[in-house]
């Protein structure tokens, strides 16, 4: 049976946020990707679905149920669920005393949940009933009583009144969390103004009797749906809640609660949070908040010289990714004053990350600029690089111009992960004439690494006598 612990909402969230902390890549786009995962609130099908049939299936291959329970995985694996409810149904209606057939009858109900018509999740109902009754205590049985409340909130979404008394039921009490949550998100899209006490008691009235993963999760649940309760309950949850990973949480999904009220909250929370770790996602919060203002609490933050390096990094970062004309002048601005080399290295990756004229102008004054510490030199021709910011001729230009070895290295390797003709020319050329005997051969050894047919003849030259 799919364990539906190993893959909670909580920590698949968790792991986008991480991710969003050093990926170069849009925070917005971080943002959807976590919210289109954790919204499906669902076990998922897919690898892992497949892995768990193809392992149950393997067990027993001469049980009499193995070969429609076996169509019927495929079946369920591809979405034809109108052909895995009926090869489930065979295997627990035909073959009764299979090993297969408890399964078979979950598996069943869940091929009609998905299929999603009235009449299918009334069946659907019907088969979990004969579960309890026919195979209590076995494995597929817990996980029957959390499909069936995602089976009431379905009908309870269809205008079904006895379902949507089942799901405020779940939702108001019980020992089941995991059940609770399925009935909180369901009743928050159908009656807001019932859940919001219930999801305040989670999280504040009774937090002390709501484990960690339950609270992580309500938080998200909070989060998706905007009322003027929202930004209260998240805020008490960021100032008060005895867990850290609960209170970062709350200040992660700060970042979908709309409207300068929470980019006021995050700006008291950034600025007077004494955790390194919330103050890191109020940076991220406020950097998914399109607004003037929020800008300016990260442009001002990352100025403050009184503030931990590795925030202001942070904030440069974010920055960074949003492609405005006065984040742009307030990078190349500020540059100068900084006086810690990380910070100024993340100021060029996030110019490099803009990638227009005016980033490829400033990067490379800074691959000229002799007065510059070396490895930042380096950095700024490492990212033109990579971003494909400097032509092929002009960093052949700045090879010859360039008298320190540890530049003409670096641009070596930039050059090397370039594929344009014009710059494996450039290899060629440093083959041919270069005199430092390392930087030679350090050319020859990526010229080596190139597909292009002109590499064997150049390397021809230089064996033979």
């Known amino acids: 049976m799919l364990q539906r ?7 698949i969230v968790s792991i986008a946020a991480f991710a969003a902390g050093d990926a170069a890549v849009g925070g917005e786009r971080v943002v959807e990707a976590a919210v289109e995962v954790a919204s499906d609130g669902e076990v998922t099908l897919s690898r892992a679905l497949d892995s768990f049939l193809v392992a149950r299936a ?3 291959p001469e049980d009499p149920g193995f070969a429609d329970f076996e169509k019927a995985r495929e079946a369920l694996n591809r979405a034809r669920y109108r052909d895995a409810a009926k090869y489930f149904e065979r295997v627990h209606e035909k073959y009764g005393e299979s090993a297969y057939a408890d399964d078979a009858l979950y598996w069943h109900a869940f091929a009609l949940y998905k299929r999603g018509r009235r009449q299918d999740l009334d069946s659907a109902l019907e088969q979990l009933q004969k579960l309890y009754e026919g195979y209590r205590g076995t494995a597929t049985y ?9 089976i009431h909130a379905r009908l309870a979404e269809l205008g079904e009144e006895s379902s949507a008394k089942e799901v405020t039921g779940y939702a108001q009490e019980g020992d089941d969390e ?5 009935a909180l998100n369901a009743l928050l899209q159908m009656n807001p103004d019932k859940a919001m006490p ?24 909070l989060s998706q749906k905007q009322s003027p309760e929202t930004l209260g309950i998240m805020l008490d949850v960021a100032r008060n809640d005895p867990d850290l990973e609960v209170r970062e ?24 949070s004494e955790e390194e770790a919330i103050q890191e996602k109020a940076i991220f919060a406020l950097s998914q908040h399109r607004s003037a203002h929020a800008g300016a609490i990260l442009r001002e933050y990352a100025r403050d010289s009184s503030k931990s390096v590795e925030l202001r990094e942070n904030a440069i970062f974010w920055l960074g990714q949003h492609h405005a004309d006065e984040n742009f002048e307030f990078l190349t601005g500020v540059y100068a004053d900084l006086d810690e080399p990380a910070l100024k290295e993340k100021v060029i990756f996030s110019i490099a990350q803009q990638q227009n004229d005016r980033s490829q102008a400033w990067l490379l004054e800074r691959v000229r600029d002799e007065s510059e510490e070396m490895e930042l030199r380096e950095n700024a021709l490492f990212w033109a690089g990579q971003q494909g910011l400097i ?13 320190d070895p540890e530049l003409r ?3 070596i390797f930039v050059v090397s992960q370039r594929r344009e003709s014009a710059c494996v020319d450039i290899l060629i050329h440093i083959v041919r004439t270069e005199e430092d005997f390392e930087l030679r051969k350090n050319a020859i050894f990526w010229l080596s690494q190139t597909n292009d047919p002109r590499a064997i003849g150049i390397l021809e030259e230089l064996i033979e006598p």
Do not use: H
């Not at 032509?391 to 008298?403: G, H, M, V």
């Open 5 to 11: 612990k190993s893959n909670p909402i909580w920590m």
């Open 58 to 60: 393997q067990e027993d």
């Open 142 to 150: 817990e996980d029957a009583q959390e499909l069936e409340a995602r």
């Open 178 to 182: 995991e059940l609770r949550i399925i």
């Open 198 to 221: 219930i999801l305040r008691k989670v999280l504040i009235d009774n937090r002390d009797k709501s484990s960690v993963e339950m609270r992580e999760r309500a938080i998200f649940i």
């Open 249 to 272: 949480n709350a200040v992660f999904w700060l970042s979908q609660v709309r409207g300068p009220e929470a980019v006021d909250a995050l700006e008291e929370i950034l600025l007077n």
């Open 391 to 403: 032509a092929c001729e002009d960093l052949r230009s700045l090879y010859d111009t360039f008298e």
């Open 409 to 411: 290295e670096k641009m």
